[in-house]
């Protein structure tokens, strides 16, 4: 999980309730009072002990009362906790795995179809927004770069990697360049890294600028610079991810307004965001749970987002994953993520 549990913690009267709130919230959306938790708690403690305990809670930051009612919700502090130590995860049933394995079969000879279907049942599982990236491959070897002067200080950068796969970059730039400057630096390149991994030219190249920025000409230190940056990203080309089900979030109350619709929306729209937010999972060993601010974009502070990266062989090649409500069911959302990355690792091993 993506963070450790909450110091301090409460006594096991207070993590037993903590518990139970959070269990009738996220089935009702209401705030939870203190005689209904008398009543679902299984406790013999009186309502006055139960808004004692709530207060504690309220204190560690783990509950709120909002103002229209009595009762409390859990805040991000509280539902951490939670995950980290007080849900117990329900694995999905045989059926829903062998539905979900079906599919993937199905789908597996077609990478692109696989990743639609893959987050349409992620969504159609949870009622909320799956969302998967293309795979990428686990290596990318740079073959030759090619640099074309534009009008308005742009440079049309031409990437072929691997085989025969050909990326295009348009950079803006703070000054023109000239033809035959271009083609001086591009020939530098091509004859030092052509036929390099990548990740190891864009590394070798940020070392060569620092080492060489006194006896290298200023002209091709400059392009070589551009180049580096150009290479940012080749390495999933399209930056392509697939989502399903956004319109899923316009049924949960706390997501349904206007303007918090909008802000989603465009946040779907704009493939950075979702992207950085996968690719800080892409290195996690195992499902990552966001909570409100820990996604770390504004947008999804009433959202949680819960991803899994899938691998092939020893290669993560790609992130899952599902964005809904903090009031999402955790016990069932979090297994069915961890699930169905490794049974989409299993179909594209046997795949490859």
Known sequence: MSAEATNPVPNDRGQH??????????????????????????????????????????EMGLVSAPHTSAGRIPTPKGYRLFVDTLVRYRQPGDGDIQKIRAQIRYESDNPDGLVGAVSSMLSEFTSMAGVVTVPRAPQI???????LPLSENRILVILVVNDREVQNRILH??????????????????EHYGGSDLEQVRARLLEELDSTRDSMNQTMHEIISVAQSAMVGADDPDNKYVVAGETNLM???????????????????RKRVILDLLDRSINANGVQIFIGEESGYRIFDGCSVITAPYHVDDDTIGVLGVIGPTRMAYDRVVPIVDVTARLLESALSQNG
Not at 51 to 57: A, F, P, T
Request: proline content about 2%; charged content about 30%.
């Open 173 to 190: 730039t703070d000054r023109e360049y000239t033809a035959s400057e271009l083609q001086q630096a591009q020939n530098f390149i091509n």
């Open 141 to 147: 070897t740079l073959r030759q770069i090619e640099f």
């Open 251 to 269: 049924d949960f109350a706390e997501l349904s307004d206007v303007d918090t619709l909008r802000r989603l929306f465009d946040a779907f729209s």
């Open 17 to 58: 309730l903590l518990r139970v709130l959070i269990q009738r919230y996220i089935r009702d959306g209401q705030p939870v009072g203190s005689r209904t938790l008398s009543k679902d708690a299984g406790l013999d403690l009186s309502p006055a002990t139960i808004r004692n305990v709530m207060s504690d809670l309220e």
